[in-house]
C-alpha cells in the first residue's frame, strides 16, 4: 500500500487550502448569519476550476483524479461547508452525470459552462414524498413525441434558486416501476418552471436549497439522458460518486474542528496551566484525530476505487456513513473544548457543528448507507 500523495495532490491541496483561508474565510460568519449565497466565492471557484475538477479538459475541466478532488473538497469544507456542497454538487453530480451519461450534443451545450463554472448546475431527485424511498417518484414527464411534458414538485434542492441548468429525475411509465424513470436536462427560465422559496436551515445557511415546480414544462426529446428507463440508474450510478464527495466534506468539517480545538486548547489557561495539559482535553484530542485518520482512510479509499475503477458503491457508502459520524462527533466535541466560548459564532465551531449534521443526512442518510452498505455484504 502507497499512502504517499503525488507533488500535483499536494499542490492541489495546498491551492484549495490557501484559497479557503484567503477567500472563504472572510464573511463566512456573515454569510451564514444572513443564508446569503456566495456568489463572489463561487465565481472565483469557478475561475481557478474547482467546479469542473474531474471532467475532462475537452469539456474545459481540469483532468484531475477523484484523490484530487477530495483533498480539495476536504480543505473548502474545514472553512466554508456551505461552499463545498455546492462544488460537489457540481463536480460529483452534475458534471460526472453529464459526462458519463450525456451525448455529445449534451456535453457541448452544458457540459462545457458547467465545468467552467460559467454555469452552475443542480441535481434534482427528491420529493415531498420520495426521499430515502427515490424510487417513489410521483413528477412525471409524458412522452410527446418530440418532447416530454415534465409535471410536479422537487424538494431540497441545493442550488435551487442560483443555478441555470438541473438534472431532474421524473416517472416516464408509471408501470415499470424504476424502469419507467428518465433523467433529463431542465434549463431555468423554461415556461412553467417555478423556484419556489428558499429554506431557513441549521446548518450550511450559505448554500440556497429550494422546492421548484413543474407545470406542464416542455422539455425536448434531445434533453433526455442516456436510453429509456435509465433515469433510475443514472441518479443511483451518480449518486455512488456524489457520496464520496460529501464523504470528504464531512472530513473536511470534522477536520476544521479538531484543528481550531488543538489550538484553543493550547493557549486557554484554567487551572494554572492551559486546558491541553488536562488529561480529559488531550484524551478528546486523541480520540477526534484517530477517527478522523479512519475516516480519511475510508475516503480515500473510496477515491482510490474509483480511480482505479473498482466498483465504488460500498467503499463510497461506508466512507460517508462513518465520515459523517465522525463529523458530528468532533464537532460537539470542538465546542465542549472551547467551553463557552465554543456557544459563539466567533469561534466557529458552533457553525461546524451546526453544518456537520447535514452530511448524515443528504445523499442518501445514514440509515440508507447502511441499506447500501448490508446489500453489498449479502450479494453474491
Ligand atoms: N448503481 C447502479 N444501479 C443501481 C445502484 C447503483 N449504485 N443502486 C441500485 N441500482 C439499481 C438496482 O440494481 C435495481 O435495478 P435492477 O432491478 O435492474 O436490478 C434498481 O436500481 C432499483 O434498486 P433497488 O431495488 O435497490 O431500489 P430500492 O427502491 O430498494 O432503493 C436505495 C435503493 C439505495 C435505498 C435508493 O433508493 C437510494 O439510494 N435512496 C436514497 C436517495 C438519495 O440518496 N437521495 C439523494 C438526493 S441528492 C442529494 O441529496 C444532493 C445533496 O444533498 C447535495
Ligand atoms: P425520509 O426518507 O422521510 O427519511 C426519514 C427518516 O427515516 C430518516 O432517518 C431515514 O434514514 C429513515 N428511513 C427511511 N427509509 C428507511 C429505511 N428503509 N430503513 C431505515 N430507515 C429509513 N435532494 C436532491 O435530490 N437534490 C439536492 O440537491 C438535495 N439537497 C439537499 C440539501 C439539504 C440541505 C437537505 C436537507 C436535503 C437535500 N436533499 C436533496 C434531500 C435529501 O437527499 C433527503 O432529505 C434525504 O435523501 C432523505 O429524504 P427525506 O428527507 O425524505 O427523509
Redesign the pocket.
Known sequence: MDFKLTEEHLMIRDAARDFAKAELLPGVIERDNKQEFPAEQVKKMGELGFLGMMVSPEYGGGGMDTISYVLAMEELSKIDASCS?IVS?NNS?VCWGLETFGNEEQKQKYLTKLATGESIG?????????????TSQKTTAIDKGDHYILNGT???????GSADYYLV?AQTDREKGHKGINAFIVEKGWDGFEVGPK?D?L??RG?D?HTLNFNDVKVPKENRIGEDGFGFKFAMKTLSGGRIGIAAQALGIASGAYELAREYSKIRKAFGTEICNHQAIAFKLADMYTEIEAARHLVMKAAWDKDQGNNYDMSGAMAKLYASKTAMDATVEAVQIHGGNGFVKEYHVERLMRDAK?TQ????????Q??VISRGLLRD
Open positions: 456542497v454538487v453530480l443542480a441535481f434534482c431527485l427528491s420529493e415531498p414524498e420520495a426521499g430515502s424511498d427515490a422537487k424538494n431540497w434542492i441545493t442550488n435551487g429525475i429554506e436551515k446548518g450550511i448554500s436549497t447535514i443526512i443528504y445523499e442518501g442518510t445514514s440509515e440508507i447502511k441499506i
